[in-house]
């Protein structure tokens, strides 16, 4: 299968950023990095127009009734047209309803803000990406054959822990987990495949590179993305949190992971609550908290490559997702591709989590759902639908509506998030 060419792509890209509008991000304090600009187009100071947010609420809702969540948060930024930041739903059945301003966890985000210390550490001149892991990570005599850049790229071929750890986290999630115990489960399993062959995702990639982030620093992973990543970025409400057993925050996203009953269906009217965990589980891959406003910024961020160099090679080699996929899905750096955005996506205990950006128009979206039971996907999906949505918006006043379209439409992702329910729409 056929990869989208990303360096042509960025190349578009940086021709079309040239002339735009800086978004400087300030921060309210200095970090050891410094504060970063990000190059989007400037946001217009609307909202997005009522037709436009009906429909996309209404994709958020059929997302929730799919998924078995209870509420959802949502945020789109189309510069050309307004913005869109919700809560929808209710924190659980019969509960409060969902505001914009909670926190949640960022699932596999994470591992993308991994991969950026990564880079941000071979841009300085501390490690190359093509190190081998072993070179940073003691005690893995038999993978010298794997660098840094595959790990990031998905590409080392190893498992993932959570295949064989779920389980025993949904028993017992306060229990605080060691890097090294994660990753030793990971590699126990057979290879997927040799090194740089194929893609696959692993959270045991995400927790080796942790693991070689905190060796090439003296510092605890919290730490370095504090200085590298959401420090010069302006993320005051993301990081990764003690590994105390602990909500997403202190008003918080109320996190469910329904379980099927013997025949393999759900109660979707009683959702079991799972919002308290240790971040240990999760850790470089998944282990992080954000909100809304956060995780859309942070799109923008690396779909720019604002925490970089221009002239680094990230996403220059992007690989094939999977032979099952449409060829405008590849990935590359710790990222996806899909189509003209870039993003992340994926799961964690309580959440599905999605954040997508266009670094041409700087549209940017981010959502969670509060039901982990769902396809893993549903993140991705709901986002790309989301997008399609907004990429039709009309232009406010005395802007232009960028001529780029998407692969794929609404619809079908709809109907894509439909086919993958495990929760049926109300009869009537």
């Not at 659980?92 to 985000?109: C, H, I, K, N, Y």
Request: with cysteine; charged share 15%.
């Amino acid at each position: 299968m056929l990869g989208v060419d990303m360096r042509g792509w960025r190349r578009s890209a940086a021709i079309a950023i040239a002339g735009a509008s800086l978004i400087a991000v300030v921060l309210s304090g200095c970090t050891a990095e410094g504060p970063v600009t990000v190059n989007v187009p400037t946001q217009v100071d609307a909202t997005l127009p009522d037709e436009t947010v009906a429909e996309m609420r209404d994709a958020v809702t059929a997302a929730i009734t799919a998924t078995g969540s209870t509420g959802a948060i949502v945020g789109v930024w189309a510069p050309w047209s307004g913005s869109w930041v919700s809560g929808v739903g209710t924190q659980s059945p019969g509960g409060a309803e969902v505001t914009p301003d909670l926190t949640f966890r960022a699932g596999e985000v994470t591992g993308a803000m991994t991969c950026d210390a990564l880079y941000s550490l071979e841009a300085d001149g501390t490690l190359s990406m093509d190190d081998p892991v072993t070179t940073w990570v003691s005690g893995l005599p038999g993978y010298e054959d794997i660098t840094l850049r595959q790990l990031c790229d998905g590409t080392s071929g190893l498992g993932s822990y959570t295949s064989i750890l779920d389980g025993m986290v949904l028993k017992n999630p306060d229990r605080v987990w060691n890097a090294r115990e994660l990753v030793a489960y990971g590699i126990s399993q057979p290879r997927r495949n040799a090194p740089g062959e194929s893609f696959s995702s692993s959270a045991t990639n995400a927790e080796l590179a942790g693991l070689a982030v905190e060796r090439a620093t003296g510092e605890s992973l919290a730490a370095v993305l504090s200085e590298r990543v959401t420090g010069p970025l302006g993320l005051s409400a993301t990081g990764i949190p003690s590994p105390a057993p602990a909500t997403p925050g202190p008003s918080s996203l109320t996190g469910h992971w329904s379980q099927p009953n013997g025949e393999g269906a759900y109660d979707c009217s009683a959702p079991l609550e799972f919002s308290t965990m240790s971040s240990s589980y999760g850790g470089a891959s998944a282990g992080a908290v954000t909100d809304i406003d956060d995780l859309g910024r942070y799109a923008q961020a690396l779909a720019t490559g604002a925490l970089l160099p221009p002239e680094n090679d990230r996403f220059s080699a992007p690989i094939p997702v999977g032979g099952d996929q449409p060829t405008w899905f590849t990935a590359a750096g710790g990222a996806y591709q899909a189509g003209s955005l870039i993003g992340k996506f994926g799961w964690t205990p309580g959440y599905l989590v999605g954040a997508f950006a266009d670094p041409q128009t700087g549209m940017s979206v981010a959502v969670v759902l509060n039901n982990s039971a769902g396809d893993k996907n549903t993140g991705a999906w709901l986002a790309w639908q989301l997008a399609a949505i907004a990429s039709k918006a009309p232009a406010a006043a005395g802007q232009t509506m960028p001529e780029a379209g998407l692969p794929w439409t609404a619809e079908q992702m709809r109907d894509t998030i439909a086919g993958n329910a495990i929760c049926a729409p109300p009869a009537g």
